[in-house]
């Protein structure tokens, strides 16, 4: 009896083990599907836009060379403008690479973010100095705070005449930390910057499921020892997460 006893119980913890390898398998295998989608995602972005800048080229030539013949300098100075700006959201893009972008779950959520931001008109430019893979925070965490604060980026940016948010990855030597910092223009409306974190604040008319973003990122800081976050506002709005490396 006791043999048989001992035999059911080991059975049924191979049996939990194996169920808990298959999990894990099946969430690792999610994780690749959704870089593969994402980065598929970014790939097909990348290609229409040199399709569609290769298919204007000629035409900026020829309208280059209009401008010249009449010697108007206005003209080419426009015209220039508009090229350099399509060439920087081409090279902007390049930035979404899963090489540079190396955590699956931010390379997942700074893509979609990208197309979300697109679809409204906002221009979106990354600069990433930093291996993220090594930052000392839970890839959790970090998407979690992103999401919430791109959310608010694009929500406020959106609603702009100058659309425009700037998402920085970069490293403080002098005080041994990494900073993560999303910037974004906003409407000077009177945004009170030490009440943004609580409860149910928002700075929008319809308040129904809003406020909520800020005061669960707060939740986040509160449980680590080494995550910061520093709001300012001047010509953009900034959100400023602080990661200390002394962990």
Known sequence: MQFIFTSLITTIIFLIIGDVFIIRKIIN????????????ETITMMYDNVRVFKHDFFNFVQAL???????????IRKMNEEILKE??????????????????????????????????????KFAIFIDISK????????????????????E?????????????????????????????????????????????YSTKQNKKNHGLGLWNVRKILSKSENLNLFTSKDKLFSQQLEIYNWI
Do not use: H, R, W
């Not at 779950?105 to 979609?112: M, P, R």
């Open 87 to 124: 060439c920087d959201e081409i090279n902007n893009m390049e930035m979404l690479n899963p090489k540079i972008i190396n955590d699956a779950g931010v390379y997942s959520i700074l893509t979609k973010k990208y197309c979300l931001a697109k679809k409204e008109g906002i221009t979106i």
């Open 135 to 154: 930052s000392k925070i839970s890839s959790y965490s970090l998407c979690k705070i992103l999401s919430i604060l791109l959310d608010n980026a694009i």
């Open 156 to 200: 406020a940016a959106k609603e702009c005449d100058e659309k425009i948010i700037n998402v920085i990855f970069k490293k403080d030597i002098k005080s041994n930390k990494e900073l993560i910092i999303v910037e974004n223009s906003y409407k000077k409306i009177d945004i009170n910057i030490d009440k943004i974190f609580e409860k149910g």
């Open 65 to 75: 060379d209009g401008y010249s013949e009449n010697n108007d300098i206005e003209g």
């Open 29 to 40: 295998q999610k994780k690749k599907i959704n870089m593969l989608e994402s980065e598929n």
